[in-house]
């Protein structure tokens, strides 16, 4: 008998329940109880990593500009026998285009000018470089990149490649800021190291 009894009053129990979630189905104060117990959303840009806990950046086109300070370290025996003057420090700056992948990956190009004088004063430097960077999906959102391309001075070319690393701060989902530490490698009658600090804005166009 108490058997039964208890049977019929889970019955009925789960019945009051099922008309009530069935009558206000979005009661307030069950959808903020739900709410409460959800992580934190992170709102992540187009332009740093695909996966991972939801951080997620979809993939698409973006374009970004930068600038900050050079400084052309190294000698060499032209520079040596030059008479003229070289500028070895200077502002430098730049712009950058290309895709972001889901993945974290990205293939850009970009245009430099470093701010500093080829050792043989035979020019101030400029680079076109293309390469790709990879962006881990944390908050904020460290990379590393690497380059390569021709360094213009003057009349003449060198090949150069840059390798660097930074964070980005993304403060809407395609618009973030960029800090970035740079070390361009050219060969101008010896090894030359530009290193460059730089800070800088993106802005995507991408799903």
Not at 26 to 44: D, E, I, K, N
Not at 52 to 61: I, T
Not at 76 to 83: K, N, P, Q
Request: net charge neutral.
């Amino acid at each position: 008998m108490s058997r039964s009894v208890v049977r019929v009053s889970t019955f009925a129990a789960v019945s009051v329940l099922a008309g009530a979630a069935a009558a206000d189905p979005v009661s307030p104060p069950a959808l903020l109880g739900t709410l409460r117990g959800l992580p934190p959303a992170l709102l992540v840009g187009s332009f740093g990593g695909g996966h991972g806990h939801g951080v997620r950046a979809p993939r698409g086109v973006f374009l970004g500009v930068d600038t900050g300070w050079a400084w052309l370290l190294g000698m060499s025996d032209v520079e040596a026998r030059t008479l003229v003057p070289v500028d070895r420090n200077g502002w430098c700056y730049g712009a950058r285009f290309g895709y972001q992948f889901a993945s974290g990956v990205a293939i850009q190009a970009r245009y430099d000018k470093l701010g500093v004088s080829a050792p043989d004063a035979s020019g101030d430097l400029a680079v076109a470089s293309a390469g790709v960077r990879y962006s881990v999906p944390v908050v904020p959102m460290p990379f590393a990149e690497a380059l390569v391309g021709p360094a213009f001075h003057g009349t003449s070319t060198s090949p150069i490649v840059g390798l660097g690393v930074g964070a980005s701060v993304f403060v809407a989902r395609h618009v973030g800021f960029d800090v970035a530490l740079r070390d361009w490698i050219v060969d101008l009658g010896g090894v030359h190291h530009i290193p460059t600090v730089t800070l800088g804005i993106s802005a995507g166009f991408g799903g």
